[in-house]
């Protein structure tokens, strides 16, 4: 791209009107599947999601939002509301999190860039720490990965490996950390039969260690910082193994929630704390909750908890969490370089923009959807408002969440007719849903179909245009299944809660009073995903998208 034939002027749709307000409302874990008690969307009652549904045909479709439609690597990959943003946002596809990693993997350019040569000046003299989510879920981090890592990084000079895992249990079966530990096991067995001293040194529960985010929860981070630094915890095992089956079988244990523990040796010596000299690389390739774990190990000037000691290390992220913040300041793997987003192309053609959500997914309508970019392309064209999460309980206690809240700010925004376009994320389906408590999350559906009435009837009101669409799916399906489709029962026949994210597809409705006549969903799209969506909002605001965005899924037919 050139600079001098480059030009952020989108041409003027030749069929669309400019100027009308649009909604663009996200609402995040709203997938759609089979109509049963499983389907907390079909049991709640969503009397405005189910009109904009059965509602004109050719104003309401179904759109991917996983595997290749958002950049993961195989139709086997659930999408994830970071992914999901960025291709609403972006309007193309990019290689993602998982995939960049694949391939920087496969073809050895890990080993040859600068955060691996800046890690691999400690393995000389010092430890090679690994700490991440050990987990085939493919959401934030993957064992393959992982494995291929531990040999990469033994035959490019490291001597001795200490991995410090955390168990999954959300994206993946609770109980499947058993197996995951032995065959890391297995594979640091023959790593010291090769000469290298490879052994697990701590673990943990993922949302009981280490693996908070957005600082909701300072003390999570800290119980694995005190594990996986210092070496302690409240519980010491002699193998990574024995620690998991132990911790396993207290009543009411769970994977996500397993407390510390460190692996001690003979002496009763934990065998890996993290000190001067060593390298340290977090795993996971997804950000958000590594995060407040990366500003630990490398913010000299850091008062969220005691370190007690702060150890010199050579730290890198598998891959950099936070573009703005330069966090950490080496990564593995270098980020999608996602330039020239819908947000940026329409602030530059006098679309002033209001984005807005709660803390837990703010940074997806801003962040994510500008291309991982942090603050404002245009502060006098732009403002984001943030409402805070509650905090310090799970979600399935306050199901509503801040839907109301979004709703009003949001409402409030289009009458105000300040701004052309408004943009939110319901978080409800999602969080909700992640905690596998159907009761409460069939509340969350209903408390964000309300906010999304709430948002309609302003647009009504100023004459505007609503797209209403999801990031992924999660509360449409909340609970496992055979191949067949039925839902799995547990040693006790107790149905298996599903908490995870989904493959389903996502809805998009569009309409409004001021959607043109002869405005509808294009038939020749039928596997359009999540990236189609940028295209449509710019001809909604009455402009051409760019040439290389993936195509718009509206058309307009003359009556």
């Known amino acids: 791209m050139g600079s001098t034939d480059f030009s952020w002027k989108l041409a003027v749709h030749p069929k669309l009107p400019k100027g009308k307000p649009i909604a663009v409302i996200v609402l995040d874990g709203w997938g759609e599947a089979n109509a049963d008690k499983f389907n907390c969307i079909h049991v709640a009652e969503t009397p ?18 996983h595997g290749t439609a958002v950049g993961l690597p195989t139709e086997d990959d659930m999408g994830n509301s970071e992914v999901g943003h960025n291709a609403l946002g972006a309007g193309r596809i990019y290689a993602q999190g998982a995939k960049l990693v694949d391939i920087a993997l496969a073809t050895g350019k890990i080993y040859e ?39 990469g990084a033994s035959e490019h000079g490291a001597k001795r490996i200490r991995v410090h895992i955390l168990t999954d249990g959300r994206d993946v079966l609770d109980g499947s950390s058993v197996g995951f530990v032995e065959t890391l096991e297995n594979d640091l067995a023959k790593l010291r039969e090769k000469g290298v001293d490879a052994q697990i040194a701590s673990g943990g529960g993922r949302m009981y260690v280490t693996m908070d985010r957005y600082e909701n929860d300072w003390e999570v981070v800290k119980r694995g910082w005190d594990a996986q630094v210092l070496g302690e915890a409240p519980f010491n095992f002699k193998s990574g193994l024995e620690a998991v089956k132990t911790l396993r079988q207290e009543p009411k244990a769970n994977d996500q929630y397993l407390p510390p523990f460190v692996i001690v040796d003979d002496n009763g010596k934990s065998v890996g704390p993290i000190v001067d000299g060593d390298a340290v690389v977090t795993f996971n390739f ?52 996602i330039e020239r987003t819908s947000g940026e192309y329409l602030v530059h053609n006098g679309v002033r923009t209001f984005a807005c959500s709660e803390t837990v997914k703010f940074g997806h309508v801003t962040f994510f959807w500008n291309g991982n970019r942090s ?38 925004a289009i009458l105000s007719c300040k701004f052309d376009q408004v943009r939110v994320n319901l978080p409800n389906g999602d969080m909700v849903g992640h905690t596998g408590d159907i009761e409460a999350t069939v509340v969350a559906c209903k408390a964000a179909d309300e906010a999304v009435k ?28 055979n191949k067949k489709g039925e839902p799995l029962l547990d040693k006790e026949g107790k149905i298996q809660i599903l908490t995870s994210h989904t493959l389903q597809p996502v809805p998009i409705a569009i309409g409004g009073p001021g959607l043109a006549p002869g405005v509808g969903f294009r038939k020749d799209l039928p ?33």
């Open 113 to 151: 860039g600068e955060g691996f040569k800046y890690i691999k000046e400690s393995f000389d003299t010092g430890t090679l720490h690994l700490i991440g989510l050990l987990s085939d879920g493919g959401v934030h981090s993957r064992l393959d990965q992982l494995q291929l890592l531990l040999n």
């Open 286 to 337: 997804r950000a958000d909750r590594m995060v407040m774990l990366a500003k630990a190990l490398e913010y000299e000037d850091f008062d969220k908890f005691d370190r007690v000691r702060f150890p010199k290390i050579r730290y890198a992220g598998m891959l950099q969490y936070d573009g703005e913040l330069k966090l950490p300041s080496h990564y593995l793997v270098s980020p999608p370089e």
């Open 375 to 412: 603050g404002y392309f245009n502060q006098d064209m732009e403002e984001y408002v943030e409402i805070p999460s509650d905090s310090g309980i799970t979600f399935n206690v306050k199901p509503k969440m801040k839907a109301l809240e979004i709703a009003e700010k949001t409402r409030d």
């Open 454 to 481: 709430m948002i309609l009837d302003a647009i009504e009101q100023v004459g505007g245009i609503y797209v209403v669409t999801a990031d992924h799916g999660n509360a449409e399906d909340m609970v496992k299944r």
């Open 48 to 65: 405005t999601m189910d009109s904009l549904k059965l509602g004109a045909p050719d104003k309401w479709r179904l759109v991917r939002a």
């Open 527 to 559: 596997s359009a995903g999540l990236a189609n969506v940028a295209a449509t909002v710019m001809n909604l605001h009455g402009f051409e998208a760019p040439s290389d965005y993936e195509p718009t899924l509206i058309e307009v037919v003359d009556n």
